[in-house]
């Protein structure tokens, strides 16, 4: 059986293969060192980057709405952002990671972006994450398989660094080209209470200016769901440096989440 650094190594060549080539527009797109980067060899500059091209834009348009199907359903949506290339980061993800839970769902849960075992499987918070959220879900009363867990971008950004992919956080352009599928998840859903996991989440929903550490666990009003609050993402917790910090963050984030118990009973 393949190990995952294979797995991984193999469906890397497999995404180099599939890709396409890289327009010059892209080392553009980064930025007018990249792009000044582009026509260099080390130590001796071949050319200088036009003006012009260092402000071109991406040959991605950043938008995934074109890539929306016809006729909307949840099963459509799911084949659908499968092949999405609404922005550059369906080239570094192994797949598309959509959300998934029941579709009556009353609760829905919101986080960034898949991790590096989300990526892997293809299912949302199956890594270390989503098994602290499900303990802090059933520490606050409610069940995960109540719920339907999503994120703002379905693709996993990340760097290499050594043999890690690390997490790489999402930038404006990258949320807001992915947010139509998350809107369509939630008029679909309907959710009676919906809780944003983290500033990415919460300030893609519920306003650039919401600040997770200051409005955490307060109901909000949001149009796309009957109540809403923000906490912090499960992997905030995980990143805390001692054990004392790791409970008292995590009693804090099933306080939050009990706070969503609530507005589902109520
Ligand atoms: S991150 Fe979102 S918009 Fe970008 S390619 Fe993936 S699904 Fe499409």
Request: proline content about 7%; overall charge positive; charged content about 25%.
């Amino acid at each position: 059986m393949a190990n995952s650094s294979t797995r991984r190594a193999t469906g890397q060549a497999q995404r180099v293969a599939a890709a396409p080539a890289v327009p010059a527009t892209r080392h553009a797109a980064r930025g007018p060192a990249a792009a000044r980067a582009a026509v260099s060899t080390p130590g001796r500059v071949l050319a200088r980057a036009p003006r012009a091209a260092a402000r071109a834009e991406p040959a991605t348009p950043y938008d995934a709405r074109p890539f929306l199907p016809a006729r909307v359903s949840m099963a459509s949506l799911r084949e659908a952002a499968a092949g999405c290339r609404g922005c550059p980061l369906y080239l570094r993800g192994t797949q598309t990671v959509f959300g998934e839970g029941r579709r009556n769902a009353r609760l829905v849960l919101v986080g960034e972006q898949p991790g590096d075992a989300e990526d892997l499987s293809g299912h949302p918070f199956v890594g270390p994450a989503g098994r602290l959220l499900d303990d802090a879900l059933s520490s606050a009363g409610i069940a995960r398989s109540d719920a339907y867990v999503t994120n703002v971008v379905k693709h996993f950004k990340w760097e290499q660094r050594g043999k890690r992919r690390l997490h790489g956080k999402p930038n404006a352009r990258e949320v807001k080209a992915c947010l139509p599928w998350l809107r369509k998840e939630l008029q679909l859903l309907r959710p009676q209470v919906l809780v944003c996991l983290g500033a990415t989440a919460a300030r893609a929903l519920l306003g650039s200016g919401f600040k997770v550490s200051v409005q955490r666990g307060k109901p909000v009003t949001f149009a796309g769901a009957e109540h809403a609050l923000a906490t912090v993402h499960p992997s905030s917790i995980l990143r805390q440096l001692t054990s004392e910090d790791r409970r008292r963050e995590l009693a804090h984030f099933i306080k939050d989440l009990r706070v969503a118990g609530r507005l589902l009973a109520g």
